[in-house]
Each structure stands twice: as structure tokens, then as C-alpha cells.
């Protein structure tokens, strides 16, 4: 039994605007109304839950193809908007809650750095994620978004440092690692066409 999924130009244009406009203004809202720590790690790690949901949907539409895959892969984009705003929002909450110090941020031992090298990652994919970007990069737009492969491991890391254990960090790198090498195989098995 086959499913049929669909989105309407007007459906699509409003998750749009609900990703690039609505979202950013309700974290602000939120994070002036809700300051606390706990308000801004969360929006670290939905942020980081974005970013893995945005990379794992590729490999599993391979492994497993499915409308609703097929689908949800259209909207990548609109996905990696919506985790560059609750990662800004993370950062800032934590920067101005904590009152960090840049000395923090260059402590090699801590956590923070970590944070710090993702977020480089993190305004390269929005700064990109939006059709000017597109038109003046062409070819070399999809090479530049690739910077998410890099963000996806540190940001982890920084996010198992801050909580002093590294389960999450094996946990998504190990299943991303694992989903791009089925994903490379069976995509190199199609590319082989059968002997005449």
C-alpha cells in the first residue's frame, strides 16, 4: 500500500516564514520572558536535534525510501534555519546569562570551545541557507553547506562535554558514520549497471 504526501505551494511558503521570521521572534520573545539556564540549554539541544534530524534524513531516504522521506528532504533548508536560530539563541541566553568570559571560550579543557568551533559552522550554514546564497555560490553552494558534516561531531562533543559524559556524542557520530557508509554502498551498487 502505497502513501502519497504532498505539501501546496501555500502550505510550503508558510512553513517558510514560520522558519526564517516566526521562529526567531518567539525564541526572542521567550528568551526575555523565560531568562533562565535551563530555557537556553534546551534550545542547544533542540538545535543540535535539528542539525542531526537535517543530516540523518539523506542516508535513511537512501536506505529506506519513502514518500515521507522523500518529502521531509525538500524541506532541509528550512530545517537548518530553524537550528542556526535556536543555536543563536543558545549562545546568546548562555553568553549573557552565565556571563562568560572569553578566556572560558579559549579554555582547551573546557567545554565552551567546542561550542565555539560549531558555531563558526553554524553562521557558514545560515549566513548560506537562502536563495542569494544559491545564485552566487551555484556549484559550490552545495560544497559549502557540506561545513554541516564537521558541525554535527563537534557540536555533539560540546554538548557530551557540558554534561561531563560522551554517550550522545558516540551515540549520533557512531549512527551518522554508519548511515553515510550504507547510504555510499547502495548508492554505488545502483551506479553499477548490470552486463548486457
Known amino acids: ?24 521572534i518567539l525564541l526572542a520573545v521567550s528568551a526575555v520572558t523565560w531568562v533562565t539556564d535551563s ?13 542531526t ?10 536506505i529506506y525510501p519513502h514518500p515521507l522521506f522523500a518529502l521531509a528532504l ?11 536560530w ?17 578566556d572560558m571560550v579559549y579554555n582547551p579543557q573546557g567545554f565552551i570551545i567546542w561550542g ?16 542569494l546564497s544559491q ?3 551555484k556549484r559550490n553552494w552545495k560544497k559549502v553547506q557540506m561545513v554541516a558534516y564537521a558541525v554535527l561531531p563537534i557540536a555533539s562533543f560540546h554538548a557530551s562535554k557540558a554534561e561531563g559524559e560522551y ?14 557508509t550504507i547510504q555510499y554502498v547502495i548508492t554505488q551498487k545502483r551506479m553499477v549497471k548490470p552486463a548486457a
Open 1 to 24: 500500500m502505497s502513501y502519497m504526501f504532498t505539501i501546496s505551494p501555500t502550505q510550503r511558503k508558510a512553513i517558510q516564514i514560520l522558519s526564517y521570521y516566526v521562529l526567531p
Open 39 to 51: 530555557v537556553f540549554v534546551l534550545l542547544g539541544q533542540a538545535a543540535l536535534l535539528a542539525v
Open 53 to 62: 534530524a537535517n543530516l540523518f534524513i539523506k542516508p535513511v531516504s537512501v
Open 74 to 84: 525538500t524541506f532541509r533548508r528550512e530545517l537548518g534555519v530553524a537550528s542556526f
Open 86 to 102: 535556536m543555536y543563536l539563541f543558545h549562545a546568546m541566553g548562555m553568553f549573557l546569562g552565565r556571563g562568560l568570559s572569553l
Open 116 to 131: 565555539a568551533v560549531a558555531s563558526m559552522g553554524m553562521w557558514i550554514l545560515g549566513l548560506t541557507s537562502n536563495n
Open 135 to 137: 545564485r552566487l555560490l
Open 167 to 180: 554517550a550522545k556524542f558516540i551515540l549520533i557520530t557512531g549512527s551518522f558514520i554508519i548511515l553515510k
